[in-house]
T-cell receptor, first 116, second 114 residues
Framework: NAGVTQTPKFQVLKTGQSMTLQCAQD?????MSWYRQDPGMGLRLIHY???????DQGEVPNGYNVSRSTTEDFPLRLLSAAPSQTSVYFC???????????????FGPGTRLTVL | GESVGLHLPTLSVQEGDNSIINCAYS??????FIWYKQESGKGPQFIID?????DKRQGQRVTVLLNKTVKHLSLQIAATQPGDSAVYFC?????????????FGKGNQVVVIP
């Protein structure tokens, strides 16, 4: 299994440009999420999905959109990039097997985004 | 490498010594906790987890202790090795069971001195 993959690895945007960060997992995980990581701040949840067709907002959702049309893919869209969105973005997935289960999240390698 | 470690609390440990990393969590209702390790330029990697019905859990060279009374979590690494140099994050589950919505701490940098 490839696990969680993310593309691109690096991206530079100008203010106002749009782009989509791709995330895919081949583990048939139900749960997927997007985090951003800024220096000295840990990871903050942007959006998450508990299954295909279901998404919800996390801690810092403004400026980002997501969709979950398939179990495998969970793209993150920046509609109009701003310098404040310069960050490292991580996608994660986990296998949720019921209402009383907890499972570790597997993280992708990250996308390093710079907005000028 | 990444600037993840900027302004983080740093623990310098001699190779072979034991390391203890501490974490305070915020939500008394959180019932699942995880420790992650992040090396420079990589995504977080799972180390060990613990549910709130436990006080202690051991893995290979690692032990997690949970004190629910004071909302404190710690990670102990035995016989620290150079490969243990990384940023360590604790995370708590703030969502419903089965909905793995995690809240992460800001991280602790561990530097192993050979």
């Amino acid at each position: 299994n490839a696990g969680v993959t993310q593309t691109p690895k690096f991206q530079v945007l100008k203010t106002g440009q749009s782009m989509t960060l791709q995330c895919a997992q081949d583990m048939n995980h139900e749960y997927m999420s997007w985090y951003r990581q800024d220096p000295g701040m840990g990871l903050r949840l942007i959006h998450y999905s508990v299954g295909a067709g279901i998404t919800d907002q996390g801690e810092v959702p403004n400026g980002y959109n997501v969709s979950r049309s398939t179990t495998e893919d969970f793209p993150l869209r920046l509609l109009s990039a701003a310098p404040s969105q310069t960050s490292v973005y991580f996608c994660a997935s986990s296998y949720s097997i019921g209402a009383h289960s907890y499972n570790e999240q597997f993280f992708g390698p990250g996308t390093r985004l710079t907005v000028l | 490498g990444e600037s993840v470690g900027l302004h983080l609390p740093t623990l310098s440990v001699q190779e072979g010594d034991n390391s203890i990393i501490n974490c305070a969590y915020s939500n008394s209702a959180s019932d699942y906790f995880i420790w992650y390790k992040q090396e420079s330029g990589k995504g977080p990697q799972f180390i060990i987890d613990i549910r709130s019905n436990m006080d202690k859990r051991q893995g290979q060279r690692v032990t997690v202790l949970l004190n629910k009374t004071v909302k404190h979590l710690s990670l102990q690494i035995a016989a620290t090795q150079p490969g243990d140099s990384a940023v360590y994050f604790c995370a708590e589950n703030k969502g419903r069971a089965g909905n793995n919505r995690l809240a992460f701490g800001k991280g602790n940098q561990v530097v192993v001195i050979p």
